[in-house]
């Protein structure tokens, strides 16, 4: 199974962006070890691993502790080794969704540009949907972004970042 991995950091200066390797990672925690080594000094840190077209896993740090982590989908756990490491050990369930808040499929009135996604009902997101609420992306909106029909991994990381503000960043790692 093929992945991007692309570390996010914030620093006094702004956010930079550098590809993560995880091959050979025994755990998460090697994986959050490996993020702080990046900018040991970062009030933020996001990594973003997108893998085969069909799965994003987001990783947050603040201030290099307290790790937070979403998964689009749990059925990547299953499937390579790697989402194993990621995503295995998290609940079922998503959380970050007040009771207010449910995940409900979009009434479609036709070609209205402005429609909510609907949520595929195959996915299975876990983890903390609101890991990145206090940076612009409710969690609604981030589980809407994984869920939309024709919406790939990058497309989803492209949006997020295009709100942080580091999205050049990001797309020049690509390219690489």
Known sequence: MSYFAAAVVREKGGWTA???????????????????????????????????????????????????????????????????????????SVTGLDDTEEVRPAVTSGGDDNEQPAVDPEADPVGEADLLTDLGIPAQRLLGLCAHEGMMPADVTAEICQVLGCVDDVEELREV
């Open 18 to 92: 550098a590809e993560l390797n995880l091959r050979g990672a025994a755990d998460v925690d090697e994986v959050a070890e490996r993020l702080r080594d990046i900018a040991p000094d970062a009030d933020l840190s996001l990594l973003f691993v997108e893998a085969d077209d069909t799965y994003l896993v987001i990783l947050r740090l603040d201030e290099g502790e307290d790790l937070r982590v979403f998964g689009s989908d749990s059925a990547y756990a299953e499937e390579s080794r790697l989402g194993s490491l990621l995503v295995g050990d998290l609940k079922t």
